[in-house]
């Protein structure tokens, strides 16, 4: 296989060829022209009788030749020394970054993130630097996001997995009777699997923009009365009260019916698991050309420091709390990604043992 030229020689050779026609040319123009010159001034110099060199003309235009050729020769080589040498300390200046570059990357193909590209005075490069910089840090993340996901899902499927196996164990060493309760508690388990798989399946098609959406102009209203009724149904007469707050005339938007039922009841659902008492409003309002659904709650609310993570996967305020009751930890996600899929944006406010509000955005029809 043949060799190829690196970068650094590339750019040595092409400032030695810069180099090497300027030289040429300037030689070889100099060497025809000035004995012409030359005899050119003594010729003027003749006629304003200066001087009288006819009879050493020819030695005059021979020293002259002698002491041309051989400054010319002295200039190729100390010019040709000096502008290899500084040819060669400046390829070295350009490559610097991109030796520095290739010896990052081979750190992050051994795992680690820590280093990135220092300024460059050169401006082409010192942009090169700042998006490689950019890119480093977004694979450093998904590279976190990655071994996150990985624990935390190796997390979720140890419980219900742990449950199963452990039934099944009992029943075949008959150690325990089958009972309905007991086939309940496995259905329960794998429904949880089910579940969580299904989740994760969509969350990961949304992520990556496989998720089919039909976006076409819709009234919204009779799916939040069709919500409404739903959950209402389901709500025990000492739970909280669910409040629907919406004009009649709210306007169409931009939406696909099925994606937005389903944040629809991630949101709700979310509401009613961690508010025991109290009430769950449903409202809506115009802002600009976005109309926005907020769901508000007096529930457990959530911390502060807690506020940045509600959407990230698996995530949970109460770290102790369990699956249980938690869900599948990537309702919240999935329904960040549908909303930005319709061309929206969501948000949370939270206290603390006072509630939470969460608002999204749907783009109006026009």
């Not at 976190?144 to 164990?169: C, K, Q």
Request: net charge neutral.
């Amino acid at each position: 296989m043949k060799k190829k030229i690196t970068l650094g020689t590339r750019l040595f050779f092409s400032h030695l060829a810069v180099m090497i026609v300027g030289l040429s040319t300037f030689v070889v123009i100099a060497k025809f022209s000035s004995p012409q010159f030359f005899v050119l001034r003594l010729e003027q110099l003749e006629q304003k009788g200066f001087i009288t060199v006819r009879s050493a003309k020819t030695y005059l235009i021979d020293g002259f030749q002698t002491a041309w050729d051989r400054s010319a020769t002295w200039s190729l080589i100390v010019g040709g020394i000096t502008a290899g040498g500084l040819s060669y300390y400046l390829s070295l200046r350009i490559m610097k970054p991109l030796k520095q570059m290739k010896d990052i990357t081979q750190n992050f193909g051994a795992g680690n993130w820590g280093e990135r590209m220092p300024e460059s005075e050169i401006p082409e490069l010192n942009q090169l630097s700042v998006s490689f910089n950019r890119m480093a840090s977004s694979l450093e993340d998904v590279e976190r996001r990655r071994r996150d996901l990985v624990g935390d899902l190796t997390h979720e499927l140890r419980t219900p997995l742990t449950v199963v196996r452990g039934y099944l164990e009992e029943l075949a060493s008959g150690e325990i009777e089958s009972s309905p309760q007991l086939y309940a508690s496995l259905v329960r388990e794998t429904r949880r699997l089910e579940n969580l798989t299904r989740d994760l399946h969509e969350l990961s098609k949304a992520e990556a923009g496989y998720l089919s959406m039909d976006i076409k102009p819709m009234d919204i209203l009779p799916l939040l009365q069709s919500l409404v009724a739903r959950f209402r149904d389901q709500l025990l007469d000492d739970g909280p009260i669910l409040k629907f707050s919406c004009s009649s005339g709210l306007p169409s938007v931009m939406a696909d019916g099925d994606r937005t039922y389903q944040i629809l009841v991630n949101l709700l659902g979310n509401a009613i698991r961690y508010t025991q008492t109290g009430w769950i409003e449903i409202t809506t309002s115009v802002k600009g050309k976005y109309l926005w659904i907020r769901i508000e709650d007096t529930g457990v609310g959530i911390s502060p420091e807690d506020l940045d993570h509600v959407f990230e996967r698996f995530w949970r305020a109460d770290r102790s709390r369990s699956s249980y009751s938690g869900g599948s930890g990537v309702g919240l996600a999935i329904a960040l990604k549908l909303v930005e899929l319709q061309g929206g944006t969501i948000e949370v406010e939270s206290e603390l043992n006072q509630g939470s509000k969460f608002s999204f955005s749907l783009p109006l029809a026009t």
